[in-house]
């Protein structure tokens, strides 16, 4: 999961919010230099992480994508299911997403000097370009994609890869309102 369906999961308590966040810029068990609800959010996006890695619709969703971008089918998935997330919001919070959204930015603002240099720069551009609302819009995909395909030169191929995301829309949406439920079920039960 990417970005605004981990932060869904934050149960609108900053310090966790900043957590989930935190979770994709924080490598292994170097958690002590963060407070202890920003370790609890780490551990809570791993959670979902892990959860979303093994599940059977998922893996199903992945295998959707042909070479040479099945390698990319995890970053392709997470980023996709954000779009469904927030174009389906009111079937699964009875927040409105704006709502949602400005929470979150907050909490980043609120612990800014909390997060990772990385993350800084991230949240920053985050907010200042409403990247969590616009997700509404198949273009946040396809601008996250290209973000992404610039850290590094084994991503490029993210670049082109919108069109192949787009060409499989109806198959990977509904995957994903077929393996959201569960996640929701699994977090529940881990409270």
């Known amino acids: 999961m990417n970005f605004l369906a981990h932060s869904m999961f934050a149960r609108q308590q900053p310090e966790i919010i900043v957590g ?10 170097k958690l002590e230099q963060f407070p202890e609800q920003v370790r609890a959010g780490i551990r809570l996006h791993r959670e979902i992480d892990q959860y979303t890695d093994r599940h059977p619709v998922n893996l199903e969703a992945r295998r959707l994508f042909k070479p040479p971008y099945r390698r990319f089918a995890g970053v392709l998935t997470d980023v996709v299911y954000d779009h469904y997330l927030a174009r389906s919001w009111s079937e699964y919070s009875d927040r409105p997403l704006r709502d949602h959204v400005d929470d979150v930015y907050e909490a980043l603002r609120h612990h800014f000097e909390v997060l990772p240099l990385d993350l800084q720069r991230f949240a920053r551009m985050l907010i200042d370009q409403d990247i969590l609302a616009s997700y509404l819009s198949f273009d946040a995909v396809e601008l996250a994609l290209s973000r992404i395909s610039r850290r590094s030169e084994r991503f490029l191929l993210l670049e082109e890869a919108s069109e192949v995301v787009k060409s499989l829309d109806s198959q990977l949406s509904a ?11 699994h977090m529940q039960n881990q409270q």
Do not use: N
């Open 175 to 185: 995957h994903f309102e077929r393996f959201y439920p569960d996640l929701i079920i």
């Open 20 to 29: 989930q966040f935190c979770g994709d810029f924080v490598r292994g068990g």
